[in-house]
């Protein structure tokens, strides 16, 4: 008789946001008159810009005719979008990424799951508190033991740093700017995690998914701006969020040469022989589209929609703070992590936001146990229902 993975018992299921979308649909059905406004969104809104779209249709065509008809590419992506990954994003920025260092995917979520591939079960690895699920979830889906690394007020999100005392975990997610708190490092933060990591040879497994929402002079947009980092950090980066490529699906993750373990094994090697055989290519169609992203118009199409983005995040941390709210994040991120000026639970913080101001938030502790008593507000709804929403936060009364 066959066996399935016990380990899938370990999971618990993701109740946070069925719940709060049963929850809404409940609430609707009572007052149908009411006009809800969602702060919830984990999507972004903004449809993909003209510059991609035309590529996209551009590269269908050409699917379409003999002459120009792409079947397979090579499974770590084609070198018109990898060439332009080196240049824009790393070569721009004083960072010498060769191009088979970069593996293009259909998404940063499959190789934040998939990296477990070409690392042992024995690994301890350590995952923050408050956490997007996907780390945690695969972790355990393989059986590796987890640690976690607690964010809370009193370190203002930030994990501090495993010392001689305690643990020293093998593998460390970071994800920064992050979701869901919203907080980013500086470059000394991170060149603190950095230096742990060469220290004790941990990997660093960054997950830059917010890097094109980052103002912060101080903070920096790759792992790789850090010294030391080629040989102790992967880095995952995605169009999702950049782009509003959530539907389209590409992203690519960053494997420097030098990172091996302790054996000696070389794991660019390994990433590569493990997509040869697993993976076989992100779309042709949606990479033509992502390299238009680079172009000129592309980038300043993919500046405006950001810039809004932060402007509501900005309209978001204004308000809150006006109405006395402590408010965490949307400077580096589209993430608003906000505590009421009452002492209140997540939950209970959800149901009054929903109940008397028609708002759809997330509580904080459906990411954690440590994001008890916040929700997590988006700045992916309109400028408009952003200003309402705010207007309503702020005559709120506990
Ligand atoms: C949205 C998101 C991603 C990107 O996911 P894709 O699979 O590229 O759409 C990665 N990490 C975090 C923390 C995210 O919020």
């Known amino acids: 008789m066959f066996k399935a993975n016990s380990n899938y018992s370990l999971i618990s299921e993701s109740y946070l946001f069925s719940t709060v979308a049963r929850r809404v649909e409940e609430y609707k059905a009572q007052h149908p008159e009411a006009d809800i406004l969602k702060l919830g969104i984990g999507d972004v809104t903004l449809p993909v810009c003209d510059a991609a779209v035309s590529e996209l249709i551009a590269a269908a065509r050409s699917q379409g005719l003999r002459d120009t008809f792409i079947g397979y590419g090579p499974e770590q992506g084609h070198k018109f979008l990898i060439d332009l990954i080196v240049t824009n994003d790393y070569k721009l920025r004083g960072i010498d990424i060769l191009p088979d260092e970069v593996f293009v995917n259909d998404g940063a979520k499959s190789d934040l799951g998939n990296i477990g591939d070409i690392l042992s079960i024995d690994n301890i690895v350590a995952i923050t508190n408050p956490v997007y699920p996907v780390y945690l979830d695969t972790n355990l889906m393989a059986g590796r033991t987890v640690m976690m690394l607690d964010c809370t007020e009193e370190n203002g999100f930030i994990p501090v740093i495993p010392s001689g005392k305690t643990e020293i975990p093998d593998v460390i997610y970071l994800c920064y700017p992050n979701n869901p708190t919203g907080i980013s ?195 992916f709804n309109t400028r408009e229902n952003t200003i309402e929403a705010i207007n309503r936060i702020i005559s709120l009364k506990f």
């Open 185 to 379: 490092l500086s470059r000394n933060q991170l060149r603190c995690w950095v230096d742990f990591a060469l220290k004790y040879g941990c990997l660093i497994l960054f997950d830059s998914a917010y890097e094109a929402y980052i103002t912060s002079s101080e903070v920096p947009h790759s792992i790789f701006e850090i010294e030391g980092a080629r040989q102790c950090a992967i880095e995952f980066r995605s169009f999702s969020k950049t782009a509003g490529f959530t539907g389209l699906r590409c992203g690519y993750t960053v494997v420097p040469r030098e990172l091996v373990d302790k054996n000696g094994l070389n794991l660019n090697n390994m990433w590569r022989r493990r997509q040869c055989t697993k993976f076989n290519g992100a779309s042709y169609v949606v990479q033509r589209a992502a390299a238009a992203l680079y172009t000129v118009d592309g980038k300043k199409q993919v500046r405006t929609n950001i810039d809004y983005y932060m402007e509501n995040a900005r309209v978001l941390r204004q308000g809150l703070l006006q109405a006395r709210f402590e408010v965490y994040g949307g400077i580096d991120s589209p993430y608003v992590w906000t505590k009421a000026p009452v002492k209140i639970n997540s939950w209970s913080l959800f149901e009054k936001m929903l109940e008397s101001c028609n708002l759809v938030t997330t509580p904080g502790v459906g990411f954690g146990t440590c994001g008890e008593d916040f929700i997590r507000l988006t700045a």
